[in-house]
């Protein structure tokens, strides 16, 4: 295999604290600004409502289409540009309007006030629709974290399996700060990323808990201590996982850069998912599992000092 560090010999482990305040900062971050914000915005998929992406002959402004708009009510529709000047997307939270009889009502009014348009989307999801999207999103999240939370306590340990998933629930709230720090949508294929997101992170961990499995046995001989035997498993594994984080990152950063605004969202999520999967599988849920075994090692001793007096 390729090797792009060779003898590697980094302290990961003594690094941990560091590493611990860095992922709380960031969690927090993001927590405080989605509190902030009274939630993530939720995309069409979620909130329910109709979507119409129409893209003019010249660059226009929002107060244009915004003027244009007035005089057929629409509500409180936002209107987006989505990429050039010339492309807007226009929502709206009327469902009740039948969806050819809306959409053409907007297209007239937007050609009479601005000129020639090319209608290129339209999308309609009811609200009792949206509501079910967000609950079956949140089951779904869930059940991947049960599942993985399982799989890695039967294949390595409970502790190794709360470790992962604490990981796994850092990932998702850093990435979802992100989305909410970037002013994004929480959409379905945002929804695809942050799943995709899980699977890739519980991926690196499970390398560098194979790794750790297979030296314990033979190096706890040699008297090394346990975040000795840890730090020499991520260190034998560091190449793999910056090689496979960097060929994710890289095809991903092509998609987010010309992949268009229908795919931003989702590449955007990916981008920072990648990053911050590849850092918690090396600074988060290996540190767990350390800690958690230091402080057992020492209640153990604990113990046995009673026992003796």
Excluded: C
Aim: charged share 20%.
């Amino acid at each position: 295999m390729l090797q792009i560090f060779t003898h590697a010999n980094y302290d990961f482990v003594g690094k941990r604290r560091i590493a611990y305040a860095i992922s709380i900062g960031f969690t927090l971050l993001g927590l405080a600004h989605i509190a902030y914000k009274g939630g993530l915005a939720a995309g069409i998929d979620f909130s329910g409502g109709t979507l119409i992406q129409v893209r003019f002959a010249q660059p226009v402004k929002v107060d244009q289409i915004r003027a244009a708009l007035d005089g057929i009510k629409l509500g409180s529709a936002i209107i987006q540009r989505f990429g050039d000047p010339k492309e807007y997307l226009i929502r709206t939270q009327l469902t009740g309007e039948p969806l050819e009889q809306l959409t053409r009502r907007t297209e007239e009014a937007l050609t009479t006030a601005i000129g020639k348009l090319e209608v290129r989307r339209v999308e309609s999801v009811g609200p009792q629709v949206g509501r079910d999207l967000q609950i079956q999103a949140l089951y779904a999240v869930l059940a991947g974290m049960a599942g993985i939370l399982i799989y890695v306590a039967f294949r390595f340990d409970f502790k190794g399996g709360v470790a992962a998933v604490i990981a796994l629930i850092h990932d998702v709230i850093v990435t979802l700060g992100a989305i909410s720090l970037t002013n994004r949508e929480m959409s379905l294929p945002v929804l695809a990323a942050l799943l995709t997101i899980v699977g890739y992170s519980i991926n690196d961990t499970i390398v560098v808990f194979d790794r750790i499995r297979e030296n314990r046995g033979r190096v706890l001989k040699k008297g090394q201590t346990i975040a000795e035997v840890f730090n020499t498993a991520m260190n034998q594994t560091l190449s793999r996982t910056m090689l496979t984080s960097l060929t994710v990152f890289l095809t991903v950063l092509v998609l987010y850069m010309f992949g268009g605004e229908v795919l931003r969202d989702f590449a955007f999520a990916l981008l920072v998912g990648v990053i911050t999967g590849t850092y918690s599988s090396v600074f988060v849920a290996v540190p767990i599992v350390v800690d958690w075994e230091n402080w057992l090692t020492r209640r153990e001793r604990a113990k046995k000092a009673v026992a003796k007096a």
